[in-house]
């Protein structure tokens, strides 16, 4: 079992730039492919931006270029590097981690994950 836990939200104006930070920890050898999703205020859930095992990285068009994933293998953390960000941004951001090692058209949806942390509160400011 894997286990996940968020850091790194908070309150920034637009135009400001946050990181976030995921600690994986269990059974972390399993962990093939991770990945950041978000749920705004009356919205679903949204995947963000993924990354396999080998580094690979793919984002939604609403972030790319905007924001950054990374992650230190010797750390068990993930991170998402959040620049430029904008009100519609705000949310509340989960990482997640799969076994699979999948990395195409489904690697932004939720069900591809089976592990989730807790989440971290992001809120952008006009």
């Known amino acids: 079992q894997v286990q996940l836990q968020e850091s790194g939200g908070g309150s920034v104006q637009a135009g400001g730039s946050l990181r976030l930070s995921c600690a994986s920890s269990?059974?972390?050898?399993?962990?093939?492919?991770m990945a950041w999703f978000r749920r705004a205020p009356g919205k679903g859930r949204e995947g963000v931006a993924a990354?396999?095992?080998?580094?690979?990285?793919i984002y939604a068009t609403s972030v790319k270029g905007r924001f950054t994933i990374s992650k230190d293998n010797a750390e068990n953390t993930l991170y998402l590097q959040m620049d430029s960000l904008k009100p519609e941004d705000t949310a509340t951001y989960y990482c997640?981690?799969?076994?699979?090692?999948?990395?195409?058209?489904?690697?932004?949806?939720?069900?591809?994950?089976?592990?989730w942390g807790q989440g971290t509160q992001v809120t952008v400011s006009s």
């Open positions: 997640a981690a799969s076994r699979s090692r999948y990395f195409g058209d489904y690697t932004l949806q939720d069900f591809a994950y089976a592990s």
């Open positions: 269990g059974y972390t050898s399993n962990i093939s492919n």
């Open positions: 990354i396999d095992s080998d580094g690979a990285s």
